[in-house]
């Protein structure tokens, strides 16, 4: 059943190629996506040398920053991109385990998943060493699973609420408000010494570990440093945190249909 998804997907692609406006949004996708993937690939791929004393914490910041991406900007473009609007195919007779599976293949085919896929591999040339490179791999593969089931689960959740202006509007208001926030932080961070900031970084990264894509980066780190056992308990929780997410998934009800449009 998935397939039907996926073929779905690639053929709204195709017939948004084929229409000016369309092509014109993946021709810009794929421009904002190609300096993410360079900077992304080359900060993983660099992170784990001997000179670089941040590789565990790059790992897991940058994989959770990642799963940030992927949960916020679908919300923010909703109703942009036909595909990420679950309750369309609410009326069809499909179970809810085929729909999310369906969902969650057709989510893995489009510029942002293969964009993501590029970044997270450079860990791959980064921290792999011989049997680590499978850990890696597995590490890279969950994150990634983690990433496009939560953004559906998110989506799925706030269908309905997504329709209405005023809930746009406000969570445009909050995300540029969280930015805004980040630059701050930054901002503060830049005028502490150096190592009063690595200590904050350090703590940081050290709490966000713990969550699940903090762990899928964690896995990364540890496979590096040659810690198998710990690296492959860590992709296992995320493993199981992935298949939680997918079987909490609500299917759309057609009571979704409807909407607020103002």
């Known amino acids: 059943m998935a397939r039907y998804f996926v073929r779905l997907k690639l053929r709204l692609i195709l017939n948004a190629l084929r229409s000016g406006r369309g092509a014109v949004g993946l021709v810009a996708g794929f421009l904002f996506a190609v300096p993410f ?3 992304g690939f080359g900060i993983f791929a660099f992170a784990a040398r001997d000179e670089v004393a941040w590789a565990r914490e790059i790992a897991v910041v940058g994989f959770t920053l990642l799963f940030l991406g992927w949960v916020l ?3 923010i473009g909703f109703g942009s991109d036909e595909t990420l609007d679950p309750s ?12 999310v599976a369906g969902l969650t293949a057709a989510s893995c085919v489009g510029i942002p998943p293969l964009a993501t896929l590029a970044v997270l591999s450079g860990t791959v ?3 792999a060493r011989g049997a680590a490179t499978v850990v890696v791999a597995a ?6 699973l983690l990433c496009v089931v939560a953004s559906r689960a998110v989506v799925t959740a706030l269908s ?3 329709r209405s202006r005023k809930s746009r509007d406000a969570i445009i208001v909050g995300v540029t408000l969280f930015a805004l926030s980040l630059q701050a932080i930054s901002f503060m961070q830049g005028n502490l010494p150096a190592a009063v900031s690595g200590a904050v970084v350090r703590r940081v990264a ?16 540890e496979a590096g440093d040659g810690r198998l056992p ?3 308990a860590a992709v296992g929780a995320v493993a199981l945190a992935v298949l939680a997410l997918a079987g909490h998934a609500r299917a759309p009800e057609p009571g979704s249909l409807g909407g607020d449009s103002a």
Do not use: D, H, K, N
């Open 125 to 127: 040339v980064g921290y």
């Open 88 to 99: 369309r195919l609410a009326l069809l007779p499909l179970t809810r385990s085929r729909m």
């Open 160 to 162: 309905r609420r997504l």
């Open 206 to 221: 050290g709490v966000l570990a713990w969550t699940p894509p903090g762990l899928a980066g964690r896995a990364v780190a």
């Open 230 to 232: 710990a690296a492959l």
């Open 73 to 75: 900007l679908p919300v």
């Open 139 to 144: 590490a890279v593969a969950v994150e990634l």
């Open 37 to 39: 993937v360079i900077a």
